[in-house]
DNA sequence: AATGAATGAGAGTTCATTCAT
DNA sequence: GATGAATGAACTCTCATTCAT
């Protein structure tokens, strides 16, 4: 921006500024105060379950204030979707669209993403039941996948079954996790992985390879609602 | 029996036992007619969204007379789910518990899973989106895992590992189905049941062994209800 | 009856009898069933709580028998305080009709009725809750109090008066034996009625001639319903 | 308080503590409102018959709202109770707490209670057949018959059977003065009085005394709901 | 914006009553 | 007479939604 424009009428910029700020601000924190409890109650309840009352009553806000931001239950649970979306293209997609080898990307991606789902609970409980429930589709494996198998290192019958069946292994998994919360500390999450690896048809080497890379910190993002 | 006995006030015995066994088989049919409109329901909107009215209005019986059989829905749920459990084994665990080897035993199992899913929407629709939820356990593949494993014409990292991509799969797989109904009359079906055994470590002759078999027809069983 | 009566044709009568015998003895005995265990009904729940299906779980009768012999349960509570009241003539009017005093009869009366509700938990609590309600009203008692009251033993305000506080003090002596059942040992029944006997101006002299007289057994009755 | 502090943005002040004070006043007349309905309600038909609907109708809320306040009629029940025992302690309590003499006090207050009986049907019929059920107990009654006995000028075999006969000729009593509403206009009332007084053993001259005293206006309180 | 009382449609549940066997 | 499955009206309770403050 120019700075001699923001110089203008500093004074009531300021003020209008200020306002609108602390205005935005309020909103801003009021509905990602909601989504964020909503991330617990649609994580314990599942997605049909909850009412609105236990959205008001773990946030402490007024019932009429909820109205203010959502219409009903399913536009919430869609907006806590998006905002989980936003997340995980934060804590995850961002760790891996720097590796250029689709086949280590995918690899690293899924073992990012089972690393995730051991550290935040809620957010596995959530992706498990609720998300994917929504049938929710993630281009980035496809792709992937595809690239491995035109490159030969990736032998599955279909780019389909082969995200077939990473997924629906992936979720399988997370409810194991979800149900035998002391496999967080055994090495369940490689060896799911690795089976999921061995089913893409990759050699024992590649996969080796795979493992042999440290993970990332996945980040706690801190994000602002719009 | 003895034919004087049976000759001892035989018009009372016979009033009795007729009543009771009318009044049986008329529970019997009212209980069975519930469940299987349940079937259908539940597979149309899952398992938490019915209310009684639509069982009531599918079924057309009396508000009343649901409660004469059912507390509230999740017990019809569980009901149909046993009814459902009791309809696999008498379909598809018959036919191949025949089979000797395991890993043949759990290919053919699979194809013939698959192939229900094809055949019977209402199935396949109640099993991916209700019985899966509950967290159902099937012995049986996880033996048979086990077994592959051992003879060393399974290579997975553990059986747990190759029966929640079993699993996993099959129900992603499932979705699939029921989302792109196109799909039945492509090989996909023959497709993913390759690449669960190709995760499961078998070599190609062993895949190529078990799609030369024939399935078996799998019967439509006519149940009674408990 | 004429033993020489009795032995004509005795067969034919037999058998006719019989017949009339055992079903008016069978219908006799269900209602008698059902009344009698609804005595054990109403007096744990009261007039009003029990539904149906209370009576009919513990004679173990059917839904339909129940309407053979009574259209609702008000018509059953009617039966049951008229079968107690016969009851209550049985047990206690015999007993005291013999004596002349009217002062010393509405004593002894008192007496045995207290004593009846000690001995019979089930009949006192009916009596209290049930009975009471329906505002029934004794004229034994009324008129004894009338002419105790014309002799000059009893000198109370009005004969109304005597005869409420009679009954509402005899009710309250019955709520207190069932919430404080120890009572039963003490002579807090005695007391109670020597209470009643001052309120109606009774002396201390007649008040130990009352309570000189042994108390008469007080018959169980065994009754045939009609 | 500092009026410099009040005016510190006293807009957000006032108006939080506006719809604060506001709420609550509303709530509390809602509130009221359904007791006092309740009172005619449970009056007229006893406490176990009336159903949420006799409530809403009478007050003319919604049904939704009756579950704002109360979760069923017990509840209901259970708070006119209270309501009712508060307002007897403004009504009659209040006015014979000055009395020191418990003989005196104990007969002023049965007179009042009458007299009360006498003047508002509703609480009457509520307080016979309904307070009365739930074995409400008066501590103040029992205390005064203790002291009367033991100055000597109650006579009766003991405290527990004075409260028995007080009580239960009171609610007769009650119960007469609803059968036989031309009573209100005798001197029913004070012989009834009479009657109890004399089963506490008292002289004539105490009770001539007990009734040389006026009456105090039995005052109707207006009563706020917490 | 925030509040929370009021609303009433809709879902759940009970239970008296009927009736074919 | 006895049986008990079926019935549906009456009742209870929940919860999304509105709106004056």
Redesign the interface.
Known sequence: MNPKESAVSPGKKATVNHRTVVGKNRRSRTKARIIEAALQVFAEK?P??PVIDDFIKITGIARGTFYNYFSNTAELLSATSTWLADDLADAIESSIQVIDDPVLRHGMGMRLWVEKAKADKAWCSFVASVWFQG?FALDGPLRDIRLGIKSGEFS???A???W??T???????M??LL?EPGLAKTD?TD??V???L????TSEEKREEIFSYPLAEIPRPTKTIA
Chains 1, 2, 3, 4 share one sequence.
């Open positions: 599942g049909d379950a049938g599955c019958p279909s389909e079954c082969g077939d069946m997924m629906g292994t992936m979720r399988q998994a409810i194991r149900k369940y060896r799911i690795e089976t999921i061995q089913g893409l048809g």
